[in-house]
């Protein structure tokens, strides 16, 4: 599994460290938050709700570099708006891989 980095954020702020904390800030405080929310609608089969939790959470995926797991969350997002919940597992395993890395921040 590709790890997460901060690549893109440094790439971003152009050397502003300042930026760049507050950036990592902004997602440590929102990325538990997004992620609880798409655990309860997953859970309770709420298909459209967990779409669009999962379509908050891929941007997060994407600012932390990882590009192959945004496409697995790009199809995730398109399968549960058709109703079904393939690419479940490899979807949380990606959301594992961020809050382990956003631990070490």
Do not use: C, R, W
């Not at 538990?32 to 941007?59: G, M």
């Not at 398109?78 to 949380?92: M, T």
């Amino acid at each position: 599994m590709e790890q997460p980095n901060l690549s893109y954020i440094e790439s971003m702020s152009g050397g502003d460290k300042d930026f760049e904390q507050k950036l990592i800030d902004i997602i440590q405080k929102e990325f538990p938050e997004e992620k609880d929310i798409y655990f309860k609608n997953i859970t309770a089969n709420n298909f459209k709700e967990a779409a669009e939790n999962v379509h908050k959470l891929k941007h997060k995926i994407s600012i932390l570099g990882l590009v192959n797991s945004y496409e697995s969350a790009v199809q995730f997002e398109h399968n549960l708006l058709e109703g079904s919940k393939e690419g479940q597992n490899e979807f949380e395993a990606i959301l594992q891989n961020m809050t382990d890395f956003l631990k070490t921040l």
